[in-house]
């Protein structure tokens, strides 16, 4: 999650957590309009958000 929070401002990774608390993993999604980030927690998934994986 460090990277995620590196690569956004505090306040959009903040936003995107709170569609899946406690998140504790993301992968990069590449979705036919935008690239988008799959938020996972205990290894499962849990959202996808509007975060850029490749900034």
Do not use: F
């Amino acid at each position: 999650m460090s990277k995620l929070r590196a690569m956004h401002p505090e306040a959009k990774v903040a936003a995107a957590l709170t569609q899946c608390e406690g998140a504790d993993a993301w992968l990069p999604m590449m979705a036919s309009v935008a690239p988008k980030v799959v938020l996972l927690k205990n290894s499962a998934y849990c959202a996808i958000v509007d975060l850029d994986p490749w900034p």
